[in-house]
């Protein structure tokens, strides 16, 4: 695979984006219901965060505030793993199954997220 396949194939930008997008298509399923409107505010702050925190993240004035950046993108995908799981429980929109992929990769963004802040933790030592 060259290089530019997998930049294409990894784009942890673009992956945030989608995923930000994403949130905000799910966001507009919920009923328009205190409830429904609650969980919305929550899960749209919580979901489209990790990816303005990803820029700050690069844009990081040291190595502390780099990994203090990417602990609160770490901090957001939890709760909107959280929120998700709620949405599912109650249920908030009638094709639960529609959280399904949202709900795996989020999953997967909190591994990374994870794995990036240990990385940096050791260069720092």
Do not use: W
């Not at 194939?9 to 997008?21: C, G, K, N, P, Q």
């Not at 690069?58 to 990417?70: I, N, Y």
């Not at 908030?92 to 399904?100: A, N, P, S, T, W």
């Amino acid at each position: 695979m060259g290089k530019t396949e997998q930049k294409h194939t990894y784009d942890l930008e673009e992956r945030l984006l989608e995923y930000s997008a994403r949130i905000i298509g799910i966001v507009e399923l919920l009923p328009n219901t205190r409830t429904g409107n609650h969980v919305a505010a929550q899960v749209l702050r919580s979901g489209t965060s990790p990816y303005p925190n990803h820029g700050e993240a690069q844009a990081a004035e040291s190595p502390k505030d780099f990994v203090h950046k990417l602990r609160i993108s770490l901090k957001e995908l939890r709760e909107t793993h959280r929120c998700l799981k709620l949405i599912r429980r109650v249920p908030l929109i009638e094709k639960v199954e529609l959280l399904d992929d949202i709900s795996q990769e989020t999953e997967e963004l909190i591994k990374i997220f994870f794995a990036s802040i240990k990385t940096a933790e050791k260069k720092q030592k």
